[in-house]
């Protein structure tokens, strides 16, 4: 009779524990709401999910894997609410990468694996243009995943065209909408890195209703192998190019520069009367003495009809090698700044090195960070504007300047949380934020400066 009253509270207890498991509730599964649905990679995207629990810390995750197979990662955590739903638009984390309101917080707030063996830990690797970059976004509760959705954002839209240029000695790619109408024109020059440099700005461009030109000016193919004694003939000529070409809306053709390529970019429009418009990105208002394979100083940077023009000399004085030396060997970033600007004071009067900015025919915008550590782009911005400015340029010309960024200001959404901010200036945070409003200030500017052209009788 025991072991008989003993096997039905087993019984019974078995059947009232599977009741129990059968009537708990399950696992709320998020659903995912993203728009633009095939988001640019400089679209600030609306990214919400509904259907959490409500009233609790949800934690949400982002990862994308870089070019070199490197991945990056943030998180931070929200409150669901009294409706269950996390708007990454309208709701500021209770803690994690960032803080406020940021939609696109968790893209630039992203930092990379700690893998010393492989990867780059200063940069987002990108090394083909033209593939997506994936992120994926994933809510979880107390270390249970609620659901997960993978974003694909790409530098270029759809349909666009583009081709390799190596024609009339030219080297670079041409971009186009794709829709067969003629668009106004932008030529991209990168900085010292040589080669393309800046093909992200040409493809959004390109993106966004513009033929674009990246024109590299050495570093590639059949151009000179560093930044020395390159003629300005070349850019002239390449904009001739790009102007004859059946994509192309006679009546607006600008330039963007960015470092040297705004150096570049300033001095050749000042010269060809063909350039309406110039968008410099961490500029320079003189010329600065070009560089050698080994970026040692390399005499003229810049020639014009065959003759150098005269450049500031960069000499590196003692402290500086000794610096440089020091840090190379602890293998921590070396700040260029302070050698621009001691060679900005031994120099004095710099009348005869400076871009004659007044001459270009059309507006200018300056774009700078003010804690730029390649060299002070935003003092020599500042000395840019003074200059227009002085001379009465007819323009609407337009100088931004932003706190907590460096000489690296980004068009996209990029993660800014490497490590090569001490190489190049800035903070994350003042990064993302100079980017969040200088490239829509780009586009604004061009497409306000072509359609003044297209309007004008």
């Excluded at 129990?20 to 709401?33: C, H, L, N, Q």
């Excluded at 500031?312 to 060997?329: C, E, K, N, T, Y």
């Excluded at 090195?353 to 001459?359: D, G, L, M």
């Amino acid at each position: 009779m025991m072991k008989h009253t003993t096997i039905q509270y087993g019984c019974l207890l078995a059947f009232l524990l599977g009741a129990a498991i059968a009537g708990a509730s399950p696992v709320p599964r998020a659903t995912f709401a993203v728009s633009p649905a095939q988001p640019l990679m400089d679209d600030r995207l609306a990214i919400s999910m509904s259907g959490l629990p409500p009233n609790r810390l949800i934690t949400v995750k982002a990862q994308s894997k870089a070019q070199d197979q490197h991945w990056w990662r943030s998180e931070a955590v929200f409150n669901s609410g009294p409706q269950g739903v996390v708007d990454l638009q309208t709701q500021a984390p209770v803690s994690g990468a960032y803080q406020g309101v940021d939609g696109m917080g968790l893209f630039w707030s992203m930092q990379p694996d700690p893998d010393t063996k492989s990867g780059d830990h200063a940069f987002f690797a990108v090394t083909d243009w033209f593939q997506p970059i994936a992120t994926e976004i994933e809510a979880s509760i107390a270390g249970q995943s609620l659901g997960s959705t993978v974003i694909e954002r790409r530098f270029a839209k759809p349909g666009l065209r583009c081709t390799a240029i190596a024609e009339a000695g030219l080297s670079g790619f041409l971009c186009d909408p794709g829709d067969g109408r003629r668009h106004p024109g932008v030529m991209v020059l990168g900085g010292s890195e040589g080669g393309l440099g800046e093909p992200d700005a040409a493809l959004l461009l390109a993106s966004h209703g513009f033929t674009t030109l990246s024109l590299a000016y050495f570093g590639a193919k059949g151009l000179p192998a560093t930044l020395q004694n390159i003629p300005l003939e070349y850019f002239v000529q390449a904009l001739a190019w790009l102007r004859a070409r059946p994509e192309i809306d006679l009546r607006f053709v600008g330039v963007l520069g960015a470092s040297r390529g705004a150096e570049a970019a300033l001095q050749f429009a000042a010269i060809d009367p063909d350039v309406n418009a110039v968008v410099a990105r961490s500029p320079s208002y003189i010329r600065w003495e070009g560089a050698t394979a080994r970026q040692l100083p390399g005499g003229p940077a810049w020639t014009w009809h065959g003759q150098p023009l005269a450049y500031a000399p960069i000499h590196i004085p003692i402290w500086f090698g000794v610096r440089f030396a020091w840090d190379s060997l602890w293998r921590e970033p070396v700040p260029y700044t302070p050698l621009f600007l001691h060679n900005l004071q031994a120099l004095g009067d710099t009348a005869r090195f400076e871009i004659p900015v007044e001459n270009i025919h059309g507006p200018v915008l300056l774009l700078s960070g003010k804690d730029d550590q390649k060299w002070p782009s935003s003092m020599m911005a500042t000395r840019l504007m003074e200059r227009l400015r002085q001379h009465r340029h007819p323009y609407a010309d337009r100088q931004l300047s932003y706190a907590g960024a460096g000489h690296w200001i980004p068009y996209e959404y990029l993660p800014t949380a490497g490590s090569g901010h001490g190489m190049i200036g800035g903070t994350p945070v003042g990064t993302a934020r100079a980017q969040a409003d200088s490239w829509p200030m780009i586009l604004q500017f061009f497409t306000q400066s072509a359609e003044l052209k297209q309007n004008r009788p």
